[in-house]
């Protein structure tokens, strides 16, 4: 009997260490796993998201262009933010895996890269190659705007953006070309007739609606997501010219027909900084050049003008503008965006008429007395040379 009892206190000893060492197992593949990044694959340390559509557009892309040398850069809004939020600990990040995928994992239709074209060799060989690696692409030309006026050169086309796909994730390049101001330009990206508008959103699209020009940015290489990438080196700066970097086209004919080689010495300095300032130039043959500062409301903008005989201030009103960059005489220039508002506000409706009489203190529709200045400010606001 007491050998019996003995047997079946070992068995029970048995089947109980049996039983424990199972949920240790068990606890340790189900809870201590996923605390300390092994184990689960939704658990912290493990490649999280690297499997997401995104990011193998993204990788697939970067291997493309770097098999190539093809130097694109990354100017996606969104994912520079974070960047620059976290600058110092991407700057930072050493190359291979990384733990989890931060920034082109997130659920997205496109991620947007540039390059400046005069520093891709082999554009026809590349655009191959992607189609090869399953890429859908679609480019998008236009003149080039830098030969307008130029007859035997004008209507040359040069490339302005590649959207190329995959899967269901899509990747912007923007094609950058050189300006004679030394800026960065971007063309509108226009679809023709025969292009499909489905191919992808294009209306989410965060470059091409408009043209738009950049200051020339220093490059840096980082690694992001596991992937060796190049960004601005001041992506703070570049963000802030996203949303001011609209341009507009000069009409380069109209403007070659009116500027002058000339010297323009100054004339006379009306004004004062914080109210009405002018500035004007003269130049050969009687062409002269105002400068205007203009000062803002909180409904409308304003610049002002000053009789030099009576002191006599004068407002002329806009209705608030917006700036566009332009290119004038080699010059990357701000202009009103709302053009012909501007000009109708000044000269009226029918501006397009020439008119053979006009005064400047009472012919503008949108002129108004603006009081006199105190005559003992009369050397200061009131110049002439």
């Given at each position: 009997?007491?050998?019996?009892?003995?047997?079946?206190?070992?068995?029970?000893?048995?089947?109980?260490?049996?039983?424990?060492?199972?949920?240790?197992?068990?606890?340790?593949?189900?809870?201590?796993?996923?605390?300390?990044?092994?184990?689960?694959?939704?658990?912290?340390?493990?490649?999280?998201?690297?499997?997401?559509?995104?990011?193998?557009?993204?990788?697939?892309?970067?291997?493309?262009?770097?098999?190539?040398?093809?130097?694109?850069?990354?100017?996606?809004?969104?994912?520079l933010e974070l960047i620059n939020k976290n600058f110092e600990q991407v700057k930072n990040t050493s190359q291979g895996p990384a733990s989890d995928c931060r920034f082109f994992c997130v659920p997205r239709d496109f991620t947007a890269f540039a390059l400046q074209y005069h520093l891709w060799k082999n554009e026809d060989g590349w655009f191959r190659i992607a189609e090869n690696m399953g890429f859908q692409c679609l480019k998008?030309?236009?003149?080039?705007?830098r030969l307008d006026g130029i007859d035997s050169l004008s209507g040359t086309e040069i490339p302005l953006h590649y959207v190329c796909k995959l899967a269901?994730?899509?990747?912007?390049?923007?094609?950058?070309?050189?300006?004679?101001?030394?800026?960065?330009?971007?063309?509108?990206?226009?679809?023709?007739?025969?292009m499909d508008r489905k191919f992808v959103p294009f209306r989410k699209l965060q470059f091409g609606r408009y043209p738009g020009a950049f200051d020339r940015p220093e490059l840096q290489q980082v690694t992001i997501d596991g992937l060796d990438v190049?960004?601005?080196?001041?992506?703070?700066?570049?963000?802030?010219?996203?949303?001011?970097?609209?341009?507009?086209?000069?009409?380069?004919?109209?403007?070659?027909?009116?500027?002058?080689?000339?010297?323009?010495?100054?004339?006379?300095?009306?004004?004062?900084?914080?109210?009405?300032?002018?500035?004007?130039?003269?130049?050969?043959?009687?062409?002269?050049?105002?400068?205007?500062?203009?000062?803002?409301?909180t409904d409308h903008m304003w610049n002002g003008g000053t009789q030099a005989k009576t002191g006599k201030k004068f407002k002329y009103l806009f209705p608030k503008f917006t700036l566009c960059w332009t290119e004038f005489a080699d010059m990357k220039v701000h202009v009103p965006c709302e053009t012909v508002d501007y000009i109708e506000a000044n000269y009226g409706k029918t501006w397009k008429i020439p008119v053979k009489t006009w005064d400047w203190k009472s012919s503008p529709p949108n002129v108004q007395p603006n009081g006199i200045w105190p005559i003992s400010e009369w050397d200061e606001v009131i110049q002439l040379y």
């Open positions: 009997m007491s050998r019996i009892n003995k047997n079946v206190i070992l068995a029970l000893l048995t089947l109980t260490s049996s039983a424990f060492l199972l949920f240790q197992l068990y606890y340790y593949k189900h809870y201590l796993s996923a605390k300390n990044g092994t184990g689960s694959s939704k658990s912290k340390g493990n490649r999280i998201g690297f499997d997401s559509t995104q990011w193998r557009a993204v990788k697939n892309f970067v291997m493309l262009t770097s098999s190539q040398n093809v130097p694109v850069f990354l100017i996606d809004p969104w994912i998008i030309e236009s003149k080039d705007p269901t994730h899509a990747i912007h390049l923007v094609v950058f070309h050189e300006r004679s101001g030394n800026y960065l330009w971007h063309g509108h990206l226009r679809l023709r007739g025969h190049l960004i601005p080196k001041d992506p703070g700066h570049f963000l802030e010219e996203v949303p001011r970097s609209r341009f507009i086209e000069c009409r380069y004919k109209e403007a070659r027909a009116f500027l002058q080689n000339a010297g323009l010495p100054l004339k006379h300095k009306f004004g004062k900084v914080e109210d009405s300032l002018e500035l004007s130039f003269q130049g050969q043959d009687d062409v002269k050049l105002d400068i205007f500062f203009f000062y803002e409301e």
